[in-house]
Every structure is written in structure tokens, then in C-alpha cells.
């Protein structure tokens, strides 16, 4: 009990200064790391294949796995969804997806749903060439957008095939605030590394006695890839199955997420980004495709060519969403890509902006530590130079926040970059910091197999210059804690932002972290581009 009281002490110092949150303008703050509550490990527990929560309950081909996504403006949404069942064994037949249409009728009263529109359909398949391999076809899968909604109001609809009777029971969503620098969702969950544990069912719950209005999901989604396609399943893929000849997955635990999530994502968008456990990778070089498949991204509404990245807008924010397991250096496509999304935003209009991808560049945990050195050698500055404000990630199962930072080095207009990794899959929890006595990691050892290129060296200036790790919590880090949870964030207005971080341990509104972003465009000014506002009397 002692320690408890310690801890809440350690935090109440941190956060509430004379009875108010704390701002970043009052920092940089001093490095905080809270201890680890040995008294709390969640329960990363899967949850079994005949939880009611992730059966199938539909029959034929009704829908099944509803959920929403925003395109890449207010007036329109992407309404995704399942039908028929999916396949796994050695002979599989996959479903004609044309063979059960793709509908949604919605309006902006329950009981008049005047209006149609119709979307694609596909399948996609896991197959893996080797004996003994059970191969995975989906379900059909559905992805519908409908235009020109109204900001900020609700629709009524309902999914499916009305041709065969297989619709959807009414569902509703609000539509996102219309883009202005007055105009903001209420809030937004964040999170990462989900899976689908007993400890992720209840940051799931936790998020949804916040009632958001959007949900960013920063990488990790199902964790299919810690099973054999036989339904064995482990904490540690390479620990337990060593020897198979391709990193095989159980794809239905993509199908039992997709059920699990459905009461929410029914009706509150998500917006995704790839994780390495979305790799997958199967026959012919084959990867990331259930991640591509089950949610429709704003890719072309965007001008992105790929799922990997994309932008969108939330009221008055710019989100952009990278991909770290794709190419970025200055030649690829998604650098080019950004350069030109990042031109066209108006901090206006926008005048927010938030960047996500999934493996963090400032983590003092030892797990993933300096793992993508690359990526930030080649984003950084453009990033910073278009003044982005806050940056999420995950990969590591852990929370931190930075102090404003560029370079490594304290910078007032440098982002703050919070990793919230902490979403509750079965993997262990990240304790360890490379800072601590004999935990800085062999620099060798640091970068992601898949990520091609090496830029991890020692440190060339500041107080940890000649070294690969600094030998205290660094100055950039500002606050970090070792737990489960997700995270809460309110925009204002133009200039102030909520952040909350939630412990799934506590109850549902307190908060395990606390601060309001305080941006600040007359020290930080960035180029202002000629965009018209919206106009509400069109």
C-alpha cells in the first residue's frame, strides 16, 4: 500500500501544479519514470475461440465485422464490413465476391434512410507452400464510401445485400466536425498494440466509457502472428516455434477481433497504421494483406498511392499516417508523397498537426531501442520543418512522453512524441530502460530485420555524445511508466490540447498522465498556404 501512495505522490507532483494541469510551456520538465507496480501484470490472456464475444453470430450472408473509417475530409465515410464465412484447412475454395452485393442505405433520420450507395467487394487468401500448413481464405469483404455528408451529424444506416434480405440492424455514426480552426472532434482515443487479450478488452472498455469520437489505432492490431496456423498460439513466436519454415499466422483471430470490436467500430471510425505484426507474410512474397484488405483506407482520396500511408482530417487537425515497413528516404514515393501532402496543409484551416506511425524514435526503453535510426535520419526535418505538433506511436509495450524535441536535443518547436504501445496484447510488457546500469543494448542488435540500412551509431554531441545510450533517463524524456492503458486527446482550439493517458488499472477517468500541448505559431511559424474554408451555406 505504501508503494501505491508513493507512486500517486510521485505523479500528483508531476501533473497538477496549485490544483491545474500542467503546459508544455512550463517545461521542458525534468525526467520522470514512475515504478513499476509489481502488484499489477493485466491479464495478457487471449481470449479463447468460443468467447461469445468472438463467435460468429449471423447467419448466411449477413453482415458481420461492421466498421468505419473516415475519408480523408468530413464529408465522407467509409462504412466496411463481412459476410459469408471465412475457410482454413488444406482444400479451400475461396467465396466470388461478386456474388453478394455491396449496399449501404443511411440518412440523417432513423426512420427515413433515403439514401443508396454501393462499394467493392474482395477476398483475400494466406497461403503458405509447405505440407502441414493449413491455408486461410476470408469472407467477403465489403468497403462502401458515401459522400456528401453534412459536419457534425448523425446517420442512420444499415449494410449488406437487400437483393437477398441480408442487411445490417440500423446502426448510426457522427460525422466529423467540418475543417476550421474552431471546429474540433471532442475526443480522441489513441492507442497501440491492442491485440485481443483480456487486458485489451479493457483498455477496450475504458475507451468506451469515454465515448470518442475517433479511434487512431497505431499499429498491432490482432497479433495472429504469435500462432501456427493450427491455432496454437504463444507469447513468444521465436521462443516456441523456432524451426518452421515460413513465420506462419492464424487468421481467424483477425475475423474474432473484427467481431469483438464491431459494438464500437459501428459506430466511431478508426484510422489504422501497419505494424510489423501485420507483416504476415506468406506464398509468393505476399505480405500485409489482411491489414490492406479488412480496412478501407483514404489512400486515394489523399493522393497516396498505398495503405501503408495516407492523411486525413479530423476538424482542425491534419493527420498524416506513415509507413515505417515501406520505403522512405528522400527518393521513395511516400517521401514524395509527404512532401506534397504536408505543402497542401493550411494551419488555417488545420491548424493542427499530428503524425503517426507504429515504431517510435524516442523510446529510452530497451526494447526496440533505436530500431528505426533510419527513418528518422530521413523524416525528421521535413517533419519538424512543417511544424508537426504531436507524434504517436507504439511497438513498445510501454507509455512515454518526450519534452518538445529535434535531433535528440530540446527544442521548443520540436513535436512531443508520446509512445502508447500499451494497448494490452499477449506479448510482455516493457520494463527495462537502455539508460539503466548494463541495459544499453549491443548497437548491432537494434535494427528491425525487416528495415533494411543501419544508422544507429553513438551519439556525435550532447551529454550522451561517444555513447550509444545516455546513462540517466534522458532530458528528452519526460515522463514514462511502465503499464497498460490508452490515451485521450482534446483539442481546444487553435493553440491548446488535452492529453490524458489512462492506466487500465485505475478507474475510468483518472489519469495516469496529464498535460496540455500548448502550441505556439508566433515563435514557430510555419508557411501559410491559400486554402478556402468551408463553405456551410453550400
Given at each position: 500500500m505504501g508503494r501505491k501512495i508513493l507512486i500517486f505522490l510521485i505523479f500528483l507532483g508531476f501533473v497538477i501544479v496549485e490544483g491545474r494541469v500542467r503546459t508544455t510551456l512550463e517545461g521542458p520538465f525534468k525526467p520522470v519514470t514512475i515504478p513499476l507496480d509489481e502488484?499489477?501484470?493485466?491479464?495478457?490472456?487471449?481470449?479463447?475461440d468460443d468467447d461469445p464475444r468472438v463467435v460468429r453470430v449471423v447467419n448466411g450472408f449477413h453482415p458481420e465485422q461492421i466498421s468505419l473509417s473516415l475519408s480523408s475530409s468530413f464529408d465522407s465515410v467509409w462504412v466496411s464490413w463481412i459476410t459469408g464465412e471465412y475457410q482454413i484447412g488444406k482444400n479451400i475454395k475461396p467465396l466470388d465476391p461478386k456474388s453478394v452485393?455491396?449496399?449501404?442505405?443511411?440518412?440523417?433520420r432513423n426512420s427515413s434512410l433515403n439514401y443508396e450507395a454501393k462499394g467493392e467487394s474482395l477476398?483475400?487468401?494466406?497461403?503458405?507452400?509447405?505440407?502441414?500448413?493449413?491455408?486461410?481464405?476470408?469472407?467477403?469483404?465489403?468497403?462502401?464510401?458515401?459522400?456528401?455528408?453534412?459536419?457534425?451529424?448523425?446517420?442512420?444506416?444499415?449494410?449488406?445485400?437487400?437483393?437477398?434480405?441480408?442487411?445490417?440492424?440500423l446502426l448510426s455514426f457522427r460525422t466529423m466536425p467540418v475543417s476550421g480552426p474552431t471546429s474540433y472532434p471532442k475526443k480522441i482515443a489513441v492507442l497501440g498494440d491492442l491485440g485481443l487479450t483480456y487486458n485489451s478488452t479493457s483498455t477496450v472498455d475504458h475507451i468506451k466509457s469515454h465515448s470518442p469520437d475517433l479511434v487512431v489505432l497505431v499499429g498491432d492490431v490482432t497479433y495472429a502472428n504469435l500462432y501456427l496456423t493450427n491455432g496454437t498460439g504463444s507469447d513468444c513466436y521465436s521462443c516456441s516455434f523456432p524451426d518452421t519454415p515460413i513465420h506462419e499466422t492464424y487468421q481467424p483471430r483477425w475475423d474474432f477481433w473484427g467481431r469483438y470490436?464491431?459494438?464500437?467500430?459501428?459506430?466511431?471510425?478508426?484510422?489504422?497504421?501497419?505494424?510489423?505484426?501485420?507483416?504476415?507474410?506468406?506464398?509468393d512474397n505476399k505480405m500485409f494483406e489482411a491489414y490492406s484488405s479488412r480496412f478501407a483506407f483514404p489512400s486515394e482520396?489523399?493522393?497516396?498511392?498505398?495503405?501503408?500511408?495516407?492523411?486525413?482530417?479530423?476538424?482542425?487537425?491534419?493527420?498524416?499516417?506513415l509507413g515505417a515497413y515501406t520505403a522512405y528516404d528522400k527518393s521513395a514515393d511516400q517521401y514524395k508523397w509527404l512532401e506534397s501532402d504536408l505543402a497542401k496543409v493550411n494551419r488555417k484551416v488545420t491548424p493542427w498537426l499530428v503524425a503517426v506511425w507504429h515504431p517510435p524514435w524516442y523510446s529510452t526503453y530497451v526494447a526496440h531501442y533505436r530500431e528505426v535510426e533510419c527513418m528518422r535520419i530521413e523524416m525528421e526535418e521535413l517533419l519538424y520543418k512543417s511544424g508537426v505538433d504531436i507524434v504517436f506511436n507504439?511497438?513498445?509495450?510501454?507509455?512515454?512522453?518526450?519534452?518538445?524535441v529535434y535531433n535528440y536535443t530540446l527544442d521548443p518547436c520540436g513535436p512531443i512524441h508520446v509512445t502508447i504501445g500499451d494497448g494490452g496484447n499477449r506479448e510482455k510488457m516493457a520494463i527495462s530502460h537502455a539508460d539503466e546500469p548494463g541495459n544499453c543494448p549491443e548497437p548491432s542488435t537494434t535494427p528491425d530485420e525487416f528495415i533494411p540500412g543501419f544508422c544507429a551509431y553513438n551519439f556525435t554531441s550532447g551529454p550522451a555524445a561517444g555513447k550509444f545510450?545516455?546513462?540517466?533517463?534522458?532530458?528528452?524524456?519526460?515522463?514514462?511508466?511502465?503499464?497498460?492503458?490508452?490515451?485521450?486527446?482534446?483539442?481546444?482550439?487553435?493553440t491548446h490540447a488535452l492529453w490524458t493517458w489512462h492506466r487500465n488499472q485505475d478507474m475510468y477517468y483518472e489519469a495516469g498522465d496529464q498535460i496540455y500541448i500548448v502550441r505556439q505559431p508566433d515563435k514557430c511559424p510555419v508557411e501559410e498556404k491559400a486554402t478556402k474554408l468551408w463553405d456551410s451555406s453550400r
Open positions: 502488484t499489477f501484470r493485466g491479464n495478457a490472456i487471449d481470449l479463447p452485393a455491396s449496399v449501404v442505405r443511411y440518412g440523417e477476398i483475400y487468401s494466406q497461403l503458405y507452400p509447405f505440407e502441414g500448413l493449413s491455408n486461410y481464405t476470408s469472407g467477403i469483404i465489403h468497403h462502401v464510401r458515401l459522400t456528401g455528408l453534412n459536419p457534425d451529424t448523425i446517420y442512420y444506416y444499415q449494410c449488406g445485400d437487400p437483393s437477398i434480405e441480408a442487411m445490417s440492424k470490436m464491431q459494438p464500437l467500430l459501428s459506430k466511431v471510425p478508426i484510422m489504422v497504421v501497419e505494424g510489423n505484426h501485420e507483416i504476415e507474410e506468406q506464398v482520396e489523399s493522393g497516396s498511392k498505398s495503405t501503408f500511408y495516407y492523411s486525413f482530417d479530423a476538424g482542425g487537425i491534419h493527420f498524416v499516417m507504439g511497438h513498445v509495450h510501454a507509455y512515454e512522453r518526450s519534452n518538445r545510450c545516455w546513462e540517466k533517463q534522458p532530458e528528452y524524456s519526460a515522463y514514462r511508466e511502465s503499464s497498460f492503458g490508452h490515451g485521450i486527446l482534446e483539442v481546444k482550439n487553435d
